[in-house]
Every structure is written in structure tokens, then in C-alpha cells.
């Protein structure tokens, strides 16, 4: 079979017409690839915004919180300073309410008076030292 000019140019038409076609798929296609980068490079920058102001507040949060945590820290030594205080005035209020009624209690209840009677004395026996609210010597 013989094959005319005609046939061929024919041929060479319909495979030019379908490079064509072809080159001009891809050529929609890269536009569209081209967008989708382009939309892909935007969305990246918005998220990447994001992020710094996310580790901004961040850091505005880590710095809240250290200065939370120290204030926390100072009032807690304060209340325990408080606290001490407050129990040692305790101590001594009850120690001042009955101090200076002890040798007629003593007296009252177990028939004798004391000579001495000295509120906070602190006695040392042998290495030991023992503190007695109220010390009393006959």
C-alpha cells in the first residue's frame, strides 16, 4: 500500500493538531499550578504570621507567668512570716493571761506560794537545753 503526499501531510496535520492540543493543556495546566503555588506561597505567609504572633504571646505568656509564680513565692514567705508571728503571739498571749495569776493558782491549788516566778526561762541540764514557758522555785 502506497502511502500519497496528500495522506502524509494529512497525517503530519493531525499530529500537529494533536501537539497542539497537548502544548496547550499543559499550558493550562501550568497556570493553574502557577495559582495554586501562588495561593500555596500566601497562605504559607499568612500561617507563618501567625506563628510569630502566636510566639510573641508566648513569650508574653512565659514572662506573665514567672512574674505570677515569683509574686506567688513572696506572698507565700510573707504568710508563712505571718504565720510565725501570729502563732508566737498566740504563745505569748496565753502565757500573759496566766503569768501573772500563777502563784495564787499555785497557791490556790496546791497549797504552796513560790518565791520565783519568771515567764521564758530557758535552763540547761547537763547539754540540754529545755525552754519552760513558766518556771517556778520554792
Given at each position: 500500500m502506497k502511502t500519497t503526499i496528500q495522506d502524509r501531510v494529512n497525517t503530519l496535520e493531525e499530529a500537529i493538531k494533536r501537539v497542539l492540543y497537548i502544548q496547550?493543556?499543559?499550558?493550562?495546566e501550568i497556570q493553574e499550578l502557577k495559582q495554586e503555588m501562588?495561593?500555596?506561597?500566601?497562605?504559607m505567609k499568612i500561617f507563618k504570621d501567625e506563628m510569630k504572633a502566636f510566639k510573641a504571646e508566648?513569650?508574653?505568656?512565659?514572662?506573665?507567668?514567672?512574674?505570677?509564680?515569683?509574686?506567688l513565692e513572696k506572698t507565700t514567705q510573707e504568710?508563712?512570716?505571718?504565720w510565725g508571728e501570729l502563732s508566737n503571739r498566740l504563745g505569748t498571749l496565753v502565757e500573759d493571761i496566766f503569768a501573772p495569776s500563777i502563784s495564787v493558782c499555785i497557791q490556790k491549788h496546791f497549797g504552796i506560794r513560790p518565791d520565783v516566778v519568771d515567764k521564758n526561762k530557758e535552763v540547761e541540764k547537763e547539754a540540754d537545753?529545755?525552754?519552760?514557758d513558766i518556771y517556778m522555785q520554792r
Open positions: 496547550q493543556q499543559t499550558q493550562i501562588k495561593e500555596f506561597k500566601n497562605e508566648m513569650i508574653e505568656y512565659k514572662n506573665w507567668s514567672k512574674r505570677m509564680i515569683e509574686s504568710m508563712k512570716k505571718k537545753n529545755l525552754e519552760i
